[in-house]
């Protein structure tokens, strides 16, 4: 019987069936030796088939296989510095929340999680969450930011999931879609999800006043099936982003603004570093091409794992 995986313990996975029934399963262990080095072989959106038994009672399933994926989105492990985990897959589009402050989002965090975007064949949106409380010279530093990613081509909404504001616009764009939605905790997913689908009654908690941070209110990734016609994926706060399986020559082709102006480099494997006559050097020194964007490249290709993750910037 064929299914799509909606929650992961680790453990145990919820899949709805064809059918339309849910059903808990396991995976057999041969998924586990597979030279799958990430924590979930199974991740919530994956497609696979299960047989179903009975035990004790109860009709349980074994995912006995899983379909290729579109895409995903994956990420280093937090405490696993070999392994990966994959949040989400099959996704047609990713809603990154972003705020300015309670708590803060910084640019090479955003960058990390676009360049995972690009180079998993993922839509990313950017929400800039809770204007409705940002004083003046915020909203302007809300505004600079939407610019800068709006110009290498990135849809960016000003949104407040608590008023209300532009939130039929995030609806409308997952009309007949499967969305994820993703970001630090705290920066207000699952105000926006019951915002979105009021019925679905999330929880919420207050952000950490003592470092200004969110406090974990999703513990695994879940899909839910919404009432006007769309899928959404809550997915746990991330407090750091680890870009894992892009190769160095790679990683310039998944920053849309470098990759644009790539064909103009001297040499064709250029890593826009210290090679002579490179257009993406050339544009930054014209200030074309944001410094903070540069900054993120840098602190990839170098292996700087540590900077982007949120608990560093603790006062």
């Known amino acids: 019987m064929k299914g799509t995986v909606y929650k992961s313990t680790g453990s145990w996975y919820q899949v709805k069936a064809e059918n339309g029934e849910f059903y808990d399963c396991r995976i057999k262990g041969k998924f586990r030796i597979k030279g799958i080095k990430s ?70 965090f955003i960058d990390r999680f676009l360049v995972t975007a690009e180079a998993y064949h993922v839509k990313a949106v950017l929400l800039f969450n809770k204007i409705d409380i940002y004083n003046e010279d915020e909203l302007l530093e809300i505004k600079f ?51 979105l689908e009021p019925s679905l009654n999330l929880k919420t908690l207050e952000i950490s006043e003592q470092h200004k941070q969110g406090q974990h209110t999703t513990t695994f990734a879940e899909m839910f099936d919404l009432s006007f016609d769309a899928r959404i994926i809550d997915t746990p706060g991330i407090k750091g982003f680890g870009v894992v399986d892009i190769e160095k020559e790679e990683l310039g082709n998944y920053f849309p603004e470098f990759f644009e102006l790539k064909q103009d480099c001297k040499f064709h494997n250029c890593l826009h570093l210290n090679e002579p006559k490179c257009a993406v050097k050339d544009a930054l020194e014209e200030g074309e091409i944001p410094w903070s964007r540069y900054k993120s490249y840098l602190q990839i290709i170098e292996g700087e794992d540590e900077p982007y993750r949120m608990d560093n910037y603790k006062k």
């Open 39 to 108: 924590t979930n072989p199974v991740a919530v959106g994956d497609q696979v088939e299960i047989d179903l038994e009975e035990i004790s009672g109860q009709t349980q399933g074994v995912i006995k296989k899983i379909k290729d994926r579109d895409n995903y989105i994956i990420r280093r492990s937090v405490n696993l510095s070999k392994q990966t985990h994959i949040i989400a897959a099959n996704i047609d589009q990713v809603f990154l929340m972003v705020t300015l402050n309670n708590p803060p989002t910084f640019t090479t």
């Open 145 to 195: 930011l939407a610019k800068l990613y709006r110009d290498i081509g990135y849809e960016c909404i000003g949104i407040s999931a608590k008023s209300g504001k532009n939130v039929d616009k995030v609806k409308e764009m997952m009309l007949g879609k499967t969305s994820m939605f993703s970001g630090h905790s705290g920066t207000g997913k699952s105000t926006l999800i019951n915002a």
